[in-house]
C-alpha cells in the first residue's frame, strides 16, 4: 500500500484525487471515489445554489461514508456567484475538507480553518503556492501546463514545477495535470509530491455523471486535441479541441474580444456536452491526459489499477534498477 502524508493528513487510503470538475463533480462521482479510498471533491458551483449544494452534500452522504470534499472555485465569471453563501453551506454541512481553486483563498480560508475544515488550495505557480501555504493552507495541488481547464500564463510543465514546489513548500504537494495512471504516480512521488490530482481521467469512469459519448470521446482522443483559449484575455483554458473552440482561437487571434465570443463559451453550452453527448455543442475542458485514457473503467476498478501499478513499478521496475 502506499501511504503519503496526503493520505495521513486528510484520512484517506490512497494519494489520489479527484479535484473540482464544473458540471462533473456530482455526488455520484465524488462517492464512488470515495468509497475507493481516494478523495473525491463535489463542485460547488456546479450546483445553481447554495441550497441545491447543500442537497448534493447529503445526497453524496447517502452514498458513502467516507471522507470527501467541496471544490470552492474562486474566477471572474459573467455573473459572480455568491461564494460566502456557498462557504457558509459547506462550513454549516459539516464539511471537513475543501478544494479552493482559482484567485487567493485569503477571503475564505479563515472561516474554513475556524470550522476545523482542511484546505487544499490548487495553484498554478510557486508564488500562489508559497501564499497559499503562508495564509494557513493545509496542503497545495501544483496544477502543471498539462491540466485542463486553467493551466495559468507561465506555461511550466509539471516535470519541472512540482519538483521547484518541492523544493520550497513543507506542507503536502499533489501534482496536478497530465495524471492518468499509475506510471505517474510513481513519477509524481518521485518528483517530490505526496500524491496525484486527476480530472480528466476520473470523467471517463463508469460513475462519471456525463454523457457515454463524451466518455467515448475521451477514450478516442489524443494528446494532440486540446486548445488553449483567452490566452489574448490573460485567463488561459485548456479545453477538449472541437468546431467551437476552433472558432474561438480564430476569433481571438484575428483580435477579437471577450464580446466576439460571449455567446460561443457560455457555461450552458458546455453542460448540454455532458448531458445530450454532442461533444460540438460547446466549450468542455479536457487535459493532455486524454491521450492516456484507453478504456471507460468502474471508479474502484481505475483506482486500484493505479495504485497496484504504482506498487508494481516501485517494487519491481525501479527497484531492479539499484545494484
Not at 460566502?84 to 475564505?108: L, M, N, Q, W
Not at 484546505?119 to 498554478?124: A, E, G, M, P
Not at 519541472?160 to 509524481?188: C, E, K, M, T, Y
Amino acid at each position: 500500500m502506499l501511504r503519503t502524508r496526503f493520505c495521513e493528513l486528510f484520512g484517506i487510503e490512497h494519494p489520489i484525487v479527484q479535484g473540482g470538475m464544473q458540471w462533473v463533480g456530482k455526488a455520484e462521482l465524488v462517492a464512488a471515489v470515495a468509497n475507493a479510498g481516494a478523495l473525491g471533491m463535489i463542485t460547488a458551483l456546479t450546483q445553481p445554489t447554495p441550497e441545491a449544494l447543500e442537497k448534493e452534500i447529503a445526497r453524496c452522504r447517502e452514498m458513502t461514508d467516507k471522507p470527501f470534499g467541496v471544490n470552492l472555485t474562486i474566477l471572474p465569471t459573467v455573473k459572480p456567484p455568491p461564494l460566502v453563501e456557498y462557504r457558509e453551506v459547506i462550513v454549516g454541512s459539516g464539511i471537513k475538507i475543501v478544494e479552493t481553486a482559482g484567485f487567493t483563498p485569503v477571503d475564505h480560508l479563515p472561516h474554513l480553518k475556524a470550522a476545523g475544515i482542511k484546505v487544499l488550495h490548487k495553484c498554478t505557480t510557486i508564488k500562489h503556492a508559497l501564499h497559499a501555504q503562508s495564509l494557513g493552507a493545509d496542503a497545495i495541488s501544483i496544477d502543471g501546463f498539462e491540466c485542463a481547464g486553467h493551466p495559468g500564463e507561465e506555461d511550466i510543465p509539471g516535470l519541472i514545477l512540482i519538483p521547484i514546489a518541492a523544493d520550497q513548500i513543507s506542507i503536502p504537494i499533489i501534482a496536478s495535470g497530465g495524471f492518468a495512471d499509475g506510471r505517474g504516480l510513481v513519477a509524481a512521488l518521485a518528483l517530490g509530491a505526496d500524491g496525484i490530482n486527476m480530472g480528466t481521467r476520473f470523467m471517463a469512469t463508469v460513475e462519471s455523471p456525463i454523457h457515454e459519448n463524451v466518455k467515448q470521446h475521451l477514450v478516442d482522443a489524443t494528446e494532440l486535441e486540446t486548445d488553449l483559449i483567452f490566452r489574448q484575455l490573460g485567463n488561459t483554458t485548456r479545453v477538449h479541441r472541437n468546431v467551437v473552440s476552433s472558432e474561438v482561437v480564430s476569433i481571438l487571434n484575428g483580435g477579437g474580444e471577450f464580446a466576439d465570443v460571449r455567446e460561443l463559451v457560455v457555461g450552458t453550452r458546455g453542460r448540454r456536452v455532458y448531458e445530450v453527448g454532442d461533444t460540438d455543442l460547446g466549450i468542455w475542458s479536457a487535459g493532455l491526459a486524454q491521450g492516456l485514457i484507453h478504456d471507460i473503467p468502474a471508479v474502484g476498478e481505475l483506482v486500484n489499477r493505479i495504485v497496484t501499478d504504482a506498487e508494481k513499478i516501485i517494487s519491481g521496475r525501479l527497484a531492479g534498477f539499484v545494484c
